[in-house]
T-cell receptor, first 111, second 112 residues
Framework: EADIYQTPRYLVIGTGKKITLECSQTMGHDKMYWYQQDPGMELHLIHYSYGVNSTEKGDLSSESTVSRIRTEHFPLTLESARPSHTSQYLC??????????FGEGSWLTVV | GEDVEQSLFLSVREGDSSVINCTYTDSSSTYLYWYKQEPGAGLQLLTYIFSNMDMKQDQRLTVLLNKKDKHLSLRIADTQTGDSAIYFCAETLGGATNKLIFGTGTLLAVQP
């Protein structure tokens, strides 16, 4: 059983607000990822990290930013939310060469 | 480039077998995965297969891999209503990133 947690699970926020989606894992995994999934659509990688102080952009361009100050923590921030940011955001982690485990997801709605 | 394709919808009756199919384009895939996503939930890893294997069985789940045709399938025996969900096929190319490339997902509807 994987231990990876995301908060909040559901968030409705007004346009222009700053939000941070939290992701924590207790498995000591070096690699962490953020995927974005619009309803009924594919998942796309938007950010990943090899380890502490490492962050890289994924395949899908995103206005969000991430940080990796601690191994277990990989928060995603939107400085100024817009309706186009409405989506599900899934955090994941893995050890090198091993299976990728996902959190339960954060559903963001920007009104 | 990398591409993973799945049919969008499958409907079966409870007790029947379900077969969900997936094709991928990149022959350098190292692992191939099946994830399950229930409504409003995250992704749950169901099973995975290493690219040098042809078949993997895990209780009601059977994964078949045809590397020549780049075709992956997931068979669920004795399908139950609790199996209703979206099933995602994914491949990883390995390497330093270990990122996943996902298919569009197949919605499995199980009729009682």
């Amino acid at each position: 059983e994987a231990d990876i947690y995301q908060t909040p699970r559901y968030l409705v926020i007004g346009t222009g607000k700053k939000i941070t989606l939290e992701c924590s894992q207790t498995m000591g995994h070096d690699k962490m990822y953020w995927y974005q999934q619009d309803p009924g659509m594919e998942l796309h990688l938007i950010h990943y990290s090899y380890g502490v102080n490492s962050t890289e952009k994924g395949d899908l361009s995103s206005e969000s930013t991430v940080s990796r100050i601690r191994t277990e923590h990989f928060p995603l921030t939107l400085e100024s939310a817009r309706p186009s940011h409405t989506s599900q955001y899934l955090c994941a982690s893995s050890e090198a060469g091993n299976t990728i485990y996902f959190g339960e997801g954060s559903w963001l709605t920007v009104v | 480039g990398e591409d993973v394709e799945q049919s969008l919808f499958l409907s079966v009756r409870e007790g029947d077998s379900s077969v969900i199919n997936c094709t991928y384009t990149d022959s350098s895939s190292t692992y191939l995965y099946w994830y399950k996503q229930e409504p409003g939930a995250g992704l749950q890893l169901l099973t995975y297969i290493f690219s040098n294997m042809d078949m993997k069985q895990d209780q009601r789940l059977t994964v078949l891999l045809n590397k020549k045709d780049k075709h992956l399938s997931l068979r669920i025996a004795d399908t139950q209503t609790g199996d209703s969900a979206i099933y995602f096929c994914a491949e990883t190319l390995g390497g330093a990133t270990n990122k996943l490339i996902f298919g569009t997902g197949t919605l499995l509807a199980v009729q009682p």
